[in-house]
C-alpha cells in the first residue's frame, strides 16, 4: 500500500503526492460522485439486496472544504453540500488514478 506524503487543495483540485513519487489530481466533482459511503454507493445485505445509492450522481459546483487523515489508511473529505461520511483508503484513492 502507498502512503500519501503530502495533500492539498489546488484551485478545483485535490493533489496527492505519494510514497513512491507519484502525483494524482482529483476534481472536487468527480471525488465527491466516487464517494465509498453507504448512502452515495449504497450498501448490500447478505442476501445480495441492495439499498441506497438512489441519490444524485453529479454534484455540480461541489466544493472540497477540508480533510481529515484518518488512521495509517485513509482520508475523509468534507465536501461543501454537507456530505463527509466517505472513508476514502489509499488503495481506492489510487485506483481512482488509474494506472500509474
Not at 464517494?35 to 454507493?41: D, G, I, K, V
Not at 450522481?57 to 461541489?62: L, N, Y
Request: glycine share 14%.
Amino acid at each position: 500500500m502507498h502512503l500519501p506524503v503530502n495533500l492539498q487543495l489546488i484551485g478545483q483540485e485535490v493533489a496527492i503526492v505519494w510514497d513512491d513519487g507519484l502525483e494524482t489530481y482529483f476534481g472536487f466533482e468527480q471525488l465527491r460522485a466516487a464517494s465509498p459511503s453507504a448512502s452515495n454507493q449504497g450498501e448490500g445485505d447478505i442476501l445480495g439486496n441492495r439499498y441506497g445509492g438512489d441519490g444524485p450522481k453529479t454534484f455540480p459546483g461541489v466544493q472540497v472544504v477540508s480533510w481529515e487523515r484518518i488512521g495509517n489508511y485513509a482520508i475523509r473529505f468534507d465536501f461543501s453540500d454537507g456530505h463527509r461520511t466517505g472513508l476514502y483508503t489509499f488503495d481506492y484513492l489510487r485506483h481512482l488514478a488509474g494506472p500509474a
